[in-house]
């Protein structure tokens, strides 16, 4: 095992890391930018090293900047965490070189997953099933054309480069489509450097449902089960639950199935996360797949009983799964918030500042991941979320209750929060029934 690890990351996730270390036993280092000196994780970390100022591309994503406190620092192995350089297969590689392991899968596997038009041919190949599309980027709008017709509209442009809902346009009828063919390839490069866009099916209301994948690097593959993320605002995941209301045994065999089919089909290892999305005949077509921890890994921790941090870190070290498939049960039901420091009511506004009070809920089945405390100042120039709030129970029905009462018991002041959406959410009647898909929220905030 790893004796340090440096933590290439901020806010809950830096923390969630540093935790996991601890547990194992190893000591760990956590960068920070000026903003973040006074910031949790580089207050509870073995050591703190400052890489930069406040703007990302001079320090988290400053990759020179952070090999260098590897090395200053004597740092064995790096921990991305999500975001930042977490998919960067550059960072990666130059990781390896200097004799610092990556904690996550091979620059190979990056670099391929990353290109969304790429790893859709994979998987297609390998027998997975994918939405309808474009056979890899589309050249030109002569073409895009073509095979707009071929697919049928409605259609959606996809920036191969793309994440985190960026460089996606819906087009409807041929007579849009060049102007957001135009639109789409232009956030690709300035978001993505690169401009590569495909062409895909656009499913009506279907329901967003990713796989859990764990993979050593023996060749040991087993998957963990589902989370449906369907809960979106603007392609943007805002609240998550285990198991999805809509699986099936059956259908959990069969996803599972086809995840671990995709991440053998890469040569995968570490965790990973194979996105689907569910029809409303329940045939599901691959996505996506991210090669990182995700921000919603907590509800899977809860129904399994498998700490996936602690498991990137024996996984990075190779040690072979101490566990297999026959070992993994589902067990009960976890729902997730993100709590945002934003305004509902502003169009969600983001809202930086001081917290001035701070109380969070406990209590049995009750989580908190979060590197906000009193008198923290949140500043103006990272992700807007503060907490995520994970709920366990042994039914649906009373982890929605108990995430109710959470929810209700949660202050924060100083700092707009959604709170007070993500409560009306849970008490949201198609919420309650599990009857909703990806366009939900953003319909209901339509009304
Ligand atoms: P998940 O929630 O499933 O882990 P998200 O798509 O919400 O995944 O992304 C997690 C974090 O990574 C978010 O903070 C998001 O802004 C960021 N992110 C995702 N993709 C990219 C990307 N290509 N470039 C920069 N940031 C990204
Ligand atoms: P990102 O890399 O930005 O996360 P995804 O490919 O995962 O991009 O898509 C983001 C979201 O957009 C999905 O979670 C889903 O809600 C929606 N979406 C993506 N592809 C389709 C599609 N073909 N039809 C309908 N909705 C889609
Ligand atoms: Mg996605």
């Not at 390896?96 to 190979?108: A, L």
Request: aromatic share 8%; proline share 4%.
């Amino acid at each position: 095992m790893f004796e340090k690890v440096l933590i290439a990351n901020r806010g809950e996730i830096a923390v969630r890391i540093i935790r996991a270390c601890r547990e194992l036993g190893i000591r760990c280092v956590a960068v920070y930018s000026t903003a973040d000196k006074n910031a949790l994780h580089a207050q509870i970390a073995d050591e703190a090293i400052c890489i930069g100022p406040a703007n990302t591309k001079d320090s988290y994503l400053n990759s020179q900047a952070l090999l260098a406190a590897c090395e200053i620092t004597g740092s064995d192995a790096v921990h991305p965490g999500f975001g930042f350089l977490s998919e960067n297969a550059d960072f990666a590689r130059q990781c390896n070189k200097c004799g610092i392991t990556f904690i996550g899968p091979s620059p190979e596997s990056i670099e391929m997953l990353g290109d969304k038009a790429t790893a859709k041919e994979t998987m297609k190949k390998a027998g997975v099933p994918v939405i309808p599309g474009s056979d890899g980027a589309v050249k030109n709008i002569d073409d895009a054309k073509m095979i707009a017709n071929e697919i049928g509209y409605p259609i959606l442009v996809k920036a191969s480069a793309g994440g985190g809902g960026r460089g996606i346009r819906l087009v409807e009828k041929e007579s849009d489509l060049e102007s957001r063919f135009i639109a789409a390839k232009q956030e690709a490069k300035s978001f993505f450097g690169d401009d590569g866009v495909y062409l895909e099916k656009f499913i009506i209301n279907p329901r967003h449902v990713e796989i859990q994948v764990v993979a050593d690097k023996h060749g040991n593959v087993v998957h963990l089960g589902e989370r449906d993320c369907s809960m979106q605002r603007r392609n943007q995941k805002v609240l998550e639950e285990s198991p999805s209301p809509i699986m099936t045994e059956e259908l959990r065999e069969k996803m599972g199935e086809a995840a671990v089919k995709a991440a053998k089909a890469c040569g995968y290892y570490n965790v990973g996360t194979i996105e689907f999305l569910v029809d409303k005949n329940l045939d599901f077509y691959f996505m996506e797949m991210n090669t990182r921890i995700q921000v919603e890994h907590p509800v899977t921790e809860f129904v399994t009983g498998i700490d996936l941090v602690k498991t990137q870190l024996k996984i990075a070290s190779d040690e072979v799964l101490s566990f297999t498939q026959d070992d993994v049960k589902i067990i009960g039901h976890s729902i997730e918030c993100r709590i945002n420091a934003e305004n509902p009511s502003m169009g969600f506004r983001p809202s930086p500042g001081k917290i001035i009070a701070l109380h969070t809920p406990g209590g049995p089945g009750i989580r908190m991941d979060s590197a906000a405390y009193q008198g923290y100042i949140i500043p103006p120039y990272y992700d807007s979320m503060i907490a995520k709030l994970i709920v366990y129970a042994p039914t649906r029905e009373d982890a929605i209750m108990k995430m109710r009462w959470a929810l209700s018991e949660f202050i924060v002041e100083g700092v707009d929060t959604n709170i007070d959406f993500q409560l009306d959410l849970i008490k949201n009647p198609s919420f309650e029934s599990g009857e909703y898909d990806i366009g939900f929220l953003d319909r209901l905030m339509k009304k």
